[in-house]
Structure formats: C-alpha cells, structure tokens
C-alpha cells in the first residue's frame, strides 16, 4: 500500500507534529550553539540561537506545507514522509547557512544553521519513529474481528500493520499460523505464532 494519501485539512495530531517540528529548530539551534562553544555560550549567543531557531521553524512550517507534510499526504514514519522531511530540512539548512554567509549576523557562527539541521532532523525523525512504534505495539481496541493470519513472513506482518492502522478496527489480530517450524516462536508486535495450519480448528476454539 502506497505511503501516500489525499492531502486534506489541518487536524490536531497534524498540528501537533507541526509543533515538534518547529519545537525541534529551536532546541536544535540552542544545541548546536552550546556545542559551538563547548557548552560556555553566553547569553546573547543562547538568545541569538533562539531567534534563529525560531526563523528556521518558521521556514520549516512554510516548506513543510508546501510539501504537504502537515496536509496528511504520507502516513506517519513512513519512507515518504521520511524523504518529504529529509528534503525539507536540507532545503532549509543550505538557504540559512548561504543567508548566514552573506549577512554575518552578529553571535551567529557560519556553522549553527548546518548543525541545527543535523540535531533537528534527528529529533523529528525519532519522534516520528517513537510514534509509529508505539502504534504497532498498542494498536487500541481489540473490538474487531478476531482475525488469524497465515504467514508469519514478510506479507503476513504487512498484513498485520494494515490491521494495527485500520482505525476502524475492523479486525483484531491474535495470532499467526506459519507451518515453518523455525517460527513458531516468532513473535510481531505481541502477536505470536500460535502454530501450524494443522492447529487452526485448535487456535479458532481458543478463548
């Protein structure tokens, strides 16, 4: 299934991840000036890295529009969105770091822009990922269809992340039935092998 869906309106979650994108700038800017001057930064640096944080945000929340990262195009920690921000911050870090080149603004390194981006990206991407992880591993309810899945390969865990995303829940994983023995152990997201296909009249009576 394509990462890629209709772009719609601005919703809380989406809001929300625009926020820790923008959150992301700042405390990266601060960071980045911190490492600049091994952590002995004065206060106007810390203040100067504030403001330029809060410029690159911006420009992040402009650009990250544009390209439909706050407009629900690509699903959450997905390859797409993950190329979309990739994409949006280097954009971003090369403009400020020219911008920084040619304007020399005072308590500003000619470095901050490029190491901002670095710990910026990182924070966006691990809060993407945490996000995505935790979905999969609390999906929420457990009010659909109990469902076993046969396969507990590469189609049969797609298959269960399709099921952990429907947020319909319209059906509920138990299990897997794969009849390589080397599995039955296997265990995805909390949902284990239960067996092999000769286990099915045993695995469907199961409470």
């Not at 020219?98 to 924070?123: C, H, N, T």
């Not at 991407?125 to 507990?152: C, E, H, N, Q, W």
């Amino acid at each position: 299934m394509s990462s890629f869906i209709r772009s719609g309106p601005v919703t809380a979650k989406r809001l929300i991840r625009a926020l820790w994108d923008v959150l992301s700038w700042i405390v990266g800017a601060v960071i980045a000036m911190e490492i600049r001057f091994d952590f002995q930064a004065t206060n106007e640096q810390i203040l100067a890295a504030l403001k330029m944080g809060l410029l690159l945000a911006l420009a992040q929340v402009i650009v990250g529009w544009f390209f439909h990262l706050y407009r629900g195009r690509y699903r959450t920690g997905s390859l797409d969105e993950v190329t979309g921000i990739t994409v949006t911050v280097a954009l971003i870090a090369s403009v400020g770091t020219m911008l920084v080149f040619v304007l020399e603004p005072d308590g500003i390194p000619r470095s901050i822009p490029l190491l901002s981006s670095v710990l910026a990206l990182g924070a966006m991407m691990s809060g993407r990922v945490a996000l995505r992880l935790y979905r999969m591993r609390f999906p929420g309810a457990d009010t659909g269809k109990r469902t076993v899945i046969y396969g507990a390969g590469d189609m049969g865990e797609h298959l269960l992340r399709l099921m952990h995303a429907d947020r319909a829940h319209t059906f509920y994983p138990v299990g897997y039935l794969d009849d390589d023995l080397r599995k039955q152990r296997l265990r995805t997201y909390r949902v284990r092998v239960l067996g092999t296909l000769a286990d099915l009249e045993k695995v469907v009576v199961r409470p």
